[in-house]
């Protein structure tokens, strides 16, 4: 399988919209190069921001 994928077939894969595939790319700082994306850095970033935008789990309350 290549790693090196447009926007357009990463979107597919993923089953993301195109532009927020490239939304997600500036966001996150991936890199688009040649018109292509590294399909691993993507979604290690994605995952990475994914967890730190996660809500915390509940908290232990002490009164």
Not at 20 to 45: A, K, N, Q, W
């Amino acid at each position: 399988m290549a790693n090196h994928l447009t926007p357009s077939e990463l979107a597919d894969q993923l089953q993301m919209k195109q532009q927020e595939v490239i939304g997600r790319c500036v966001e996150m700082g991936v890199p688009i190069f040649h018109g292509r994306i590294d399909r691993t850095l993507f979604e290690t970033s994605l995952r990475s921001l994914g967890a730190g935008q996660a809500p915390p789990p509940a908290a232990v309350t002490r009164h």
